[in-house]
């Protein structure tokens, strides 16, 4: 898989585009994912994502091959979803997350499940983007601690402990939406 990046990324120096659009094809799904989970707005998450291909368009010449591709790429979805959230005036942060609605069920009633999602979208609304940004590239891309240390330039350690504080904002929140307390 790295020799068929590296064979692409070689190509794109040499002067055809074509590499590039490979690494594009491969890897806009996976950007897309992560820049909905982190904004949640369609439109917005599509725009991100075209930012995201046009820095790493200009900025592949210099790419150092110190990370796979995949981290390199991943880190500019991160700083530049991270970028449009802080200029954005209105930190209206909507975002939805299947995988952690699916860990609390899928009931047969459309209504009731409808309502778990926004539910768990407003308590993701709450959780901070650094905690948040760490949670969904483990828990919905399935990053390993390594690969998110090197996408957030942060230790282990700091993965883990964002990681943790993440699922405990996001614990506490659904708690206090349910109308309980910890």
Known sequence: MMNEEMTCIERFLAGENE?????????????????????????????????VFLKAYDSLKGFKH??????????????????FLR??????????????????????????????EEMVQE?????????????VLKDIEGLSYKQISEVLECSIGTVESKIYRARMSLKKELLRLEGETI
């Open 66 to 83: 110190k990370s796979q591709f995949s981290t390199w790429l991943y880190r500019i979805t991160v700083n530049t979803t991270y970028d």
């Open 87 to 116: 200029k954005r005036k209105n930190l209206v942060e909507e975002a939805f997350l299947d995988k952690i609605v699916a860990f609390y069920g899928r009931p047969d009633d459309t209504l009731l499940l409808e309502e778990k």
């Open 19 to 51: 590499g590039f659009e490979i690494l594009v094809k491969k890897y806009q799904n996976r950007v897309l994912n992560i820049v909905y989970s982190l904004v949640g707005q369609d439109r917005e998450a599509e725009d991100i994502m075209q930012e």
């Open 123 to 135: 308590a993701l609304n709450k959780v901070p983007f650094k905690f948040r940004t760490a949670l």
